[in-house]
């Protein structure tokens, strides 16, 4: 898939979500969705981005696998320049702080993950370096 293929799908992903209360279709019919709006670290625009989540306590988590691919995800960058996200789950949308995980907590959220998402053992095969769990922790208080 190329990269505007990726986008378009991305967007049609969005527009689904939203329109549908936070619900998608599909081959994501059956997996928790999550909007992740960041800041572009070079340009400082927003980029909202579909994720497959999974919860941790009152925390959510997302893997920065970009499936399987030989860099890091666009998302991932902007968010470790600018930890300051905004996250939506269903029609709920609220600031967040994006923490890498990193030893024992994200061998812990990484293992605790994998029974919902085998395929991250095929992607973490496929580059050399760990995929990065990354914690979204609710910035409103709520």
Known sequence: MTNVERQRLNQEIIAEFRSGAG???G???QTPILLLTTT???TGETRTWPLAYQRDGDNLYVFAANGGRPTRPGWFHNLVANPAVTV???TESWPAKATVATG???ERLWNQGLPAAPFLTTFQEKVSWPIPVVVLTR???A
């Open 23 to 25: 619900k998608v279709g």
């Open 139 to 141: 910035a409103d208080g």
């Open 104 to 106: 024992e907590e994200r």
């Open 88 to 90: 939506e789950v269903g």
């Open 40 to 42: 572009g670290a070079r």
């Open 27 to 29: 081959q994501f019919a």
